[in-house]
């Protein structure tokens, strides 16, 4: 399972900056997305290893849906 930014109501938007300006901290929302790893062979996981370097980036392999 795989996390992503939520997508947030003004309502929803509301109660977190409320809690955020009483801890006195940044908060960040995240949802869940139901999607499974895909099975990579060992070069394509060392391509996207090398990518993830040069981008400074984490990068995960999915089954398309």
């Keep these: 399972m ?5 997508t947030l109501d ?3 938007l509301e109660a977190i900056q409320s809690l955020e300006k ?6 960040l929302a995240f949802s869940t997305m139901p999607v499974g790893d895909a099975e990579v062979s060992e070069d394509k996981l060392r391509r996207l290893q090398e990518l993830e ?3 400074g980036v984490v ?3 999915v089954k398309p849906s």
């Design 53 to 55: 370097q040069k981008l």
């Design 59 to 61: 990068l995960v392999a």
């Design 22 to 27: 009483e801890l006195g901290s940044p908060l």
């Design 2 to 6: 795989l996390y992503s930014l939520s």
């Design 10 to 12: 003004d309502k929803h």
